[in-house]
């Protein structure tokens, strides 16, 4: 399964998530900005590439309907609702986005 997470700058959330689920048998995962100034842009080449599209806040599904919106047509996204409070890494950042994901991939 190939997980495509998206925050605004793709410097603290995203990353983080990329990094935790990277390590997960059986998950391909990658990570962009939806923002213009992101570390790594948001591209609808990944889009295609993802099973499924994680954001992070309503803002981020809102700019990738208006901006990706042909790309999205047929793909699953969910909004994780974490806002931009925590560092890479940070562990409550971890945590919560272990106790959001993993129920939604069913077999983790």
Known sequence: MKLLFVCGKNRLRSPTAETIFMSYEGLEV???GIDREAETPLSSEAIIWADLIFVMEKSHRRKLSTNFQAWIKHKR???LDIPDKYDY???ALVELLKKKVLPLLGTF
């Open 30 to 32: 990658d990570s962009a």
């Open 77 to 79: 996204v969910i909004c």
């Open 89 to 91: 890494m940070e562990p």
